[in-house]
């Protein structure tokens, strides 16, 4: 991680390679200028074609009432690079952000938060994740798969998702051992899941409604899922699924 000192106002940013989040840190008075000294530090995090741009606002002591405009530019710019904008930051700079900014920024009041959800984000419309065998699987996919749902608008979709992803995931852990790729995908109201692992081993529902295991956990994945299937590769196979969702709208 590097981090480079700034001479304009005092600020930080650090880029982790690892997770892919370049973090701008931010603190004292915001004064005359602020926006076009913001706006070079995103453009600089850019040029790392990072996965999240993380803004701590945190040690902010004062601003004015453009601030709520100049992040909904700054997180319109993020995106149009394939990246998402996460801002953390305390009561002083939550307090005069409009209606229309905290809907839409991913706003919050921890760093910890903060930074799970920069190590979670992806581009607008997809993410992915790798896993390996471990206590952490499951978690690590259900906060995975609640944040895409937060960031998607589509709140409703998370309960089902959950389950065949867990059932997924857990089968290719077992059968094929590790690591699994997970990727999801949102586009023109479907979400696609996608479990990509080394065996070749086809997972089967069975027809007994007393069966145990995983097949009958697979019955879950066909009860929840729009449709789902099974693609060969030479390498393993990808199962998938698909869900037809709705998303709700803005307010």
Not at 30 to 44: E, F, I, W
Not at 111 to 119: L, T
Not at 221 to 237: P, Q
């Amino acid at each position: 991680m590097n981090t480079y000192l700034g001479g304009m106002f005092d600020h930080a940013v650090s880029w982790d390679a690892d997770s892919g989040v370049c973090t701008i840190t931010v603190w004292g008075p915001l004064q005359q200028g602020y926006p076009t000294r913001l706006n070079g530090l995103v453009r600089k995090c850019l040029t790392e074609r990072p996965r999240a741009v993380l803004l701590d606002l945190h040690g902010v002591t004062s601003t004015d009432g453009l601030l709520p405009t100049v992040l909904m530019v700054l997180n319109r710019s993020v995106a149009r690079d394939g990246a998402r904008l996460v801002v953390s930051a305390g009561p002083n700079v939550m307090s005069i952000l409009s209606s229309a900014a905290r809907r839409t920024l991913s706003l919050y009041g921890t760093r910890d938060e903060a930074k799970r959800a920069a190590v979670l984000a992806l581009p607008p419309t997809m993410m992915w994740w790798s896993l390996r065998a471990g206590a952490k699987a499951g978690e690590y996919t259900s906060t995975a798969i609640s944040e895409a749902c937060l960031a998607w608008n589509i709140p409703d979709a998370r309960d089902k998702l959950s389950l065949i992803a867990s059932e997924l995931v857990s089968n290719a852990l077992e059968h094929a051992g590790e690591p699994v790729e997970v990727s999801l995908s949102f586009q023109r109201g479907y979400v696609h899941l996608r479990v990509r692992d080394s065996s070749g081993h086809h997972p089967a529902t069975q027809p007994d409604e007393d069966a145990v295991g995983r097949g009958r956990g697979l019955r879950i994945v066909e009860e929840n899922a729009t449709t789902w299937g099974v693609i060969d590769r030479i390498d393993g196979k990808v199962v998938w699924a698909i869900l037809q969702v709705v998303p709700h709208a803005r307010r």
